[in-house]
């Protein structure tokens, strides 16, 4: 449907920055980029709005949502209660058979971080490996209803358009986050996985709180 394929083309261009936070645009510049009429991008901009992605403003146009302090404490709240009970699981079980797929998973989407790790390559690329690796964690307890909520709005913030502003986390320091987490779940630390988790979700935090603080 072209609905589809203009949610689909929005996406992709917020997610390699070409929307960026502050700045107001037109649904019919838009459409004409995308060479759509304007109904399929009205209604991509609306399902837009409802995820959170985006802010209407009738006559005016639209722009990238801010998120609220509120809204940032439920994100880190929902990581360290879903995202570090997995994690704490994954390092109990993590010589078990049915978990070292997870684990080799892991061990894959960590060395496509550290390929992407220069800013010469785009952060889409980077973050994809980087979104991929926390929901590995989650889908390790093979827990359904645990999927879904990490796939709902209300679950991980899947917005790389946060990490592409004027005070981005470095990609080296995420990186590094990251291979501390792998670390104490190959060896089998589930204090050491949730207490890398809960710095690495603490150092984020920090960054979007600091943004809301911008004017």
Same mark, same amino acid.
Request: with cysteine.
């Given at each position: ?91 109990? $079980?993590?010589? &078990?058979? %049915?978990?070292? +797929?997870?684990?080799?998973? !892991?061990?894959?989407?960590? /060395? ?71 670390? $104490?779940?190959? &060896?089998? %630390?589930?204090? +050491?996985?949730?207490?890398? !988790?809960?710095?690495?979700? /603490? ?13």
């Amino acid at each position: 449907m072209l609905k589809d394929e203009a949610y689909s083309s929005l996406i992709k261009m917020i997610n390699e920055g070409k929307i960026k936070y502050d700045e107001t645009y037109s649904l019919n510049k838009i459409a004409i980029e995308l060479n759509m009429s304007r109904t399929p991008v009205r209604d991509a901009i609306q399902k837009l709005c409802e995820e959170r992605r985006i802010d209407l403003f009738p006559s005016r146009g639209f722009r990238l949502h801010k998120m609220s302090s509120s809204e940032i404490l439920q994100i880190y709240h929902f990581t360290m209660a879903i995202e570090g009970y997995c994690v704490i699981c994954l390092a109990k $079980a993590h010589n &078990s058979e %049915d978990k070292k +797929g997870y684990i080799e998973k !892991l061990r894959i989407l960590l /060395d496509q971080m550290k390929e992407c790790v220069s800013d010469s390559v785009p952060f889409a690329d980077f973050y994809r490996p980087d979104n991929e690796f926390h929901h590995v964690i989650i889908s390790s307890l093979e827990d359904g209803h645990f999927n879904e909520l990490s796939d709902s709005k209300n679950g991980f913030y899947d917005h790389p358009e946060l990490h592409l502003t004027s005070n981005p986390v470095q990609r080296e320091a995420i990186i590094n986050y990251h291979q501390r987490i792998f670390d $104490a779940v190959c &060896s089998g %630390d589930p204090c +050491g996985a949730y207490n890398a !988790l809960l710095e690495h979700a /603490d150092s984020i935090y920090s960054n979007y709180v600091s943004q809301t603080k911008n004017p």
